[in-house]
């Protein structure tokens, strides 16, 4: 049994990409991340990689995509508003096919927001926030257990697949304590294979490697064969996991901290005898769609329970296909679920209606906004 | 037989797109011929600009890596720090490095990144038809100043090589030019230089080429030579503004 430490999730990450094998860390302060690149700055040279603190995400996130270039495993983290940032360094790096880690430990928003734990980059992050057609893998962990440990699951499927990777967590998992350990033994990079497309030196004459983002004429190809691979991480790919939901009622989705809140839910709920069962993405890109229609048509409701102001849902709404009602319990703005209040929605659900149902338009009923120049 | 003159082998055979009379292609040769007489070639990884350059991925030998408008800088810095034994370069026209990756090459410099950037200034933006670069001379006519560059509206031209000569981090600036063949000869030792000094270690390297683009400047290439010599070289002296690995 590996040893079972008292740890932060900032710190827990840091130390699990470390000995997950990265030699790179590139980033920018911001809260509340600062203790992933603090941690870097600390033991990244002990462990013979490079840590630089860039003038910006915009920069750490192209210093990311070069020492990826060279098969280094390359990570950078951020939270919102930097990550905003960093958009354009991901759409080069998917369009260039690089493996690389990156970190998005969410915070309030839009724009400077707040610097609580929030959810609200999921349409960033599942739906490839920068320009052009890409995906990126995105991991959801919801302990700090996961957090040490997700690292090497994400470089091992980007450099299988040479997507690029992002950890979706939030400012709390990022700042609270747990107990964990790390579920594999550290990786040295020298140990591992070379890649054939890797920018290198000293090649005795082997072909020359571009590794490149402009692909003028040959973008349609590079496009399509791009759509196989992202086709065949949705088919094996998909990870999530379920509590309950033999013979459940109501099927809550929720992923990260909101699903920690809806595992108290779950208590309540057998307490008080309601039927409720959990799904939790743990990946949102690939998005477990299959499993959530399937459970759908054994439910009377579908609860989404999401930190944003519906943005979960709809992936929940398409994958769900119309077999359930699908309702949205919303806590946006650095708000938090509770499990009495999950439960609260989950009862609501139940009934077609009542407290906790968050719904756009219902919300502004009668709401009559006068805006304009006066 | 005897070989008298050959390309460089550290250029491809891919022939370049560049425009009759522009400068681009010289600088490369000379690249390529620095790299050769260092004996470097299997050493160096290079990163491509995006502006008229965005191709020379495919016109230099070694591995090439094509990033993101202005951040030659820090792509290369991530490729550096992680294969210190590699000889990268930067290569980089006005607007990428001195417009929209002003960041970028100010923080290379600072840290004194084990790097070398070749630094094109042809006072326009080629790729995109004939903007105002941050180069520009006050009075030159581009497609985004068509009365010419009004310093009240649009500022003055930014002097990189004076610029980062403050930086304590930034070990060789040299200003150059292609307009004639003493200034090319002259260009050649500046440009073997800034890759030497990489590989003793001194620090950050930084040739600023003055270069042509009559497509641009609306005049022959003869004429473009001409205003190197005389509009250019006014805004922009020839010279070394830093050289701390001097022996």
Redesign the interface.
Known sequence: MAEKTLRKGNEALAEGAIRAGC??F?GYPITPQNEVPEYMAAHMADAGG?F?Q???E???I?????????G?R?MTSSSSPGVSLKQ??IS?LAS?DLPCLIVNMMRGGPGLGNIAGAQGDYFQATRGGGNGDYHIFVFAPNSVEELGNFPKMAYELSEKYRIPAMILADGILGQMMESMSFNFDPIDPKTLGKFDWA??????GAP???????KGDNLSADVWSRAKRYGQVEREEVRFEERNTEECDVLLVAYGLSSRACLEALTKAQEKGLKVGLLRPITLWPFPSKRINELAGKVKAVLTVEQSLGQLVQDVRLAVNGKAPVYLNAYPAGDTPSGESILTAAASALKGEGEGLFDLQKYSEGFDYKGGRK | MTIIAQKPHSLTDVPMHYCPGCGHGIVHRLMGEAIDELNIGDKVIGVAPVGCAVFADSYFACDMIQGAHGRGPAIATGIKRSKPEAIVFSYQGDGDLASIGMAEIVHAAARSEHITVIFINNAIYGMTGGQMAPTTLVGQVATTAPKGRDPLLQGWPINICEMLSALKGAKYLERVAVDSPQHVMAAKKAIKKAFENQVKGIGFSLVEVLSQCPTNWGVDPLKSLEFVRTKMMTQYPLGVFKDEGAE
């Open positions: 030699r790179f590139a490079a630089v860039a003038e910006s915009v920069s750490a192209n210093m990311v995509y070069g020492s990826a270039s060279t280094t390359a354009e360094g080069y260039a920018l290198d030196i000293h090649k005795n020359k490697n571009n590794v490149f983002s402009y």
